[in-house]
């Protein structure tokens, strides 16, 4: 069935470092493709999205890129802030019913002054 | 607040007890969505609702668990006779009638405790 992996974390970084969150996944036919953030207490955030092949996502900063050929949507960031630290799913849609969303397990960012 | 709303928060329930959780959506959505998030795992797709009908419950376990969503008020996800791997925190989302998108808005969650 579809799945999606994501890179295990915690990750921590210093302010003002790269970011890569790293996110493959399997599926039959042509999903959609999501990051989703979770900040401590809250409910999830969506983050940015790519529809198709090729298509990047961006917001706040962040980037992903849809990549059919090696099934992958890495979440990026140039520069992260303290404000940055939260919980990053990368979820699917694999269509139809598009609000079924298959997640990854998340990866949890920790952002040092 | 427009947002998706869910209750209570937090909620304590003793095993072999009635766990019943509440969600309102966003205002102007007709689809519902329950997931569950077990710790330190990712959230897992329960149940699809719309107005007056289960959509798609095929992540919804066999026996203790149903949810609805009536006509008038909030959708409710009732668990019976808790057990303690039901504890979890449990997310609601909504989406718009025409979807299309594939954006969720996720309530806050409602965390479940079974001692």
């Known amino acids: 069935g579809d799945s999606v992996t994501q890179m295990e974390g915690p990750v921590t970084l210093s302010e003002e470092a790269f970011l890569t969150i790293n996110c493959t996944y399997t599926?039959?036919?042509?999903?959609?493709l999501f990051w989703y953030v979770q900040y401590p207490g809250e409910g999830l955030q969506l983050l940015l999205k790519?529809?198709?092949?090729?298509d990047k996502g961006s917001n706040k900063g962040f980037e992903a890129t849809y990549r059919k050929e090696t099934t992958s949507f890495h979440l990026e960031k140039g520069s992260v802030q303290v404000s940055d630290s939260a919980v990053y799913f990368c979820?699917?849609?694999?269509?139809?019913?598009?609000?079924?969303?298959?997640f990854g397990q998340g990866t949890t960012l920790q952002v040092k002054p | 607040n427009a947002g998706v709303m869910q209750n209570p928060r937090h909620l304590v329930r003793r095993r072999g007890q009635e766990a019943r959780l509440r969600c309102s959506p966003m205002?102007?959505?007709?689809?519902v969505y329950w997931y569950r998030q077990l710790p330190e795992e990712g959230l897992k797709f329960m149940v699809y609702?719309?107005?007056?009908?289960?959509?798609?419950e095929s992540g919804m376990p066999k026996e203790r668990f149903s949810a609805e969503f009536p006509k008038e008020g909030p959708s409710i996800l009732r668990i019976q006779q808790v057990v303690r791997g039901d504890s979890a925190a449990y997310f609601c989302?909504?989406?718009?009638?025409?979807?299309?998108?594939?954006?969720?808005?996720f309530g806050e969650g409602s965390r479940l405790t079974v001692l």
């Open positions: 790519a529809t198709k092949a090729d």
């Open positions: 989302a909504s989406s718009p009638p025409t979807g299309g998108t594939g954006e969720l808005f």
């Open positions: 979820a699917l849609s694999a269509g139809g019913n598009t609000g079924k969303l298959i």
């Open positions: 205002k102007g959505h007709s689809h």
């Open positions: 609702l719309q107005k007056e009908n289960i959509i798609d």
């Open positions: 599926a039959t036919g042509y999903p959609s």
